[in-house]
């Protein structure tokens, strides 16, 4: 059964930094590539940025160099590192994998950024 469980969300004002985390199981995670992705209010869901198994990033232009998605394959977690919040960052954070051509998601984690 394959669980993703995001944490380290929180409240902070703008210009401030969070860590978020994603543990997952169910899967061999130094294969699996991980992404994260947001949801304000009243918006779609939008892709922030993802990982691929050999290190590799992508990022939305939106938080390029702003956020940064590291991964510790023997903890099987994912990290997002975000510096320089914005309110317009504020929204539900999920992970994401893709995993033997199966979509799986996080329950979600909320990060509100005030100005």
């Known amino acids: 059964q394959v669980q993703l469980v995001e944490s380290g969300g929180g409240a902070v004002q703008g210009g401030g930094s969070l860590r978020l985390s994603c543990t997952a199981s169910g899967i061999l995670f130094h294969f699996a590539a991980m992404a994260w992705y947001r949801q304000a209010p009243g918006k779609q869901r939008e892709f922030v940025g993802l990982?691929?198994?050999?290190?590799?990033?992508n990022y939305a232009d939106s938080v390029e160099g702003r956020f940064t998605i590291s991964r510790d394959n023997p903890s099987k977690t994912m990290f997002l590192q975000m510096n320089n919040l914005r309110p317009e960052d504020t929204g539900v954070y999920y992970c994401k994998t893709d995993w033997r051509s199966t979509d799986y998601w996080g329950q979600g984690t909320q990060v509100t950024v005030s100005s």
């Open positions: 990982i691929t198994s050999g290190g590799g990033t």
